[in-house]
């Protein structure tokens, strides 16, 4: 299985350029989730999707967008982005139960110079 | 509004040594507890978990956790390190107010030394 995949692993890109981050599951997982993950700042919820249908803004929304596709996908988007979006990207899902854990993906390191 | 602190940055533990990681939280519901380690550029991957029940749970490569309500704690814990279990390790908290959210700590490096 392959789990929580996130494309792509890097990107590079230059202040004001758009982008969108795509993560897609195959575990019929009905949450999905976007962190970021910055050194001393752990990892930050972004955007949560308790179903489909359904977009939260969790902890740091600003400078982003969501997208749930359909129950499998889960992208994020950035507009216009900004050196302070410089950072690794997660991606994570989990059955709805509040009692299970969350399963991730290997991660999106980008870079906005 | 959930929350969960990690306050070392660092631990460094000998090799054979026991380990303690420590982990508070604040939740306005019921806490669900959970541990993640994380390996250089790999994706977090799931430890152990408390839901309700035995306050000591056992979980993968020997990690154990005591859940201490009174002190809103959930240290996670290794009788005899190894220095494989050098990684960043994270705790992580939901609550039945928001049962979707996951909220994370800052993150704890350990560093076993030979």
């Known amino acids: 299985n392959a789990g929580v995949t996130q494309t792509p692993k890097f990107q590079v890109l230059k202040t004001g350029q758009s982008m969108t981050l795509q993560c897609a599951q195959d575990?019929?997982?009905?949450?999905m989730y976007w962190y970021r993950q910055d050194p001393g700042m752990g990892l930050r919820l972004i955007y949560y999707?308790?179903?489909?249908?359904?977009?939260d803004k969790g902890e740091v929304p600003n400078g982003y967008n969501v997208s749930r596709l359909n129950k499998r996908e889960f992208s994020l988007r950035l507009e216009s982005a900004a050196p302070s979006q410089t950072s690794v990207y997660f991606c994570?899902?989990?059955?709805?139960?509040?009692?299970?854990?969350?399963?991730f993906g290997q991660g999106t390191r980008l870079t906005v110079v | 509004a959930q929350s969960v602190a990690q306050p070392e940055d660092q631990v460094n533990v000998a090799e054979g040594n026991p380990l303690t990681v420590k982990c508070t939280y604040s939740?306005?519901?019921?806490?669900?507890l959970f541990w993640y380690v994380q390996y250089p550029n790999r994706g977090l991957q799931f430890l152990l978990k408390?839901?309700?029940?035995?306050?000591l749970v056992k979980g993968s490569y020997g990690f154990e956790a005591e859940f201490n309500k009174s002190q809103t704690s959930f240290h996670l814990k290794k009788p005899s390190a190894l220095v494989s279990d050098s990684a960043l390790y994270f705790c992580?908290?939901?609550?039945?107010?928001?049962?979707?959210?996951?909220?994370f700590g800052s993150g704890t490096r350990l560093s076993i030394r030979p």
């Open positions: 994570a899902s989990s059955i709805s139960s509040i009692t299970t854990e969350a399963f």
């Open positions: 575990m019929n997982h009905n949450s």
């Open positions: 999707s308790a179903s489909e249908g359904t977009t």
């Open positions: 939740v306005s519901g019921n806490p669900y």
């Open positions: 408390y839901i309700t029940g035995d306050n």
């Open positions: 992580a908290v939901r609550d039945d107010s928001s049962a979707s959210k996951i909220i």
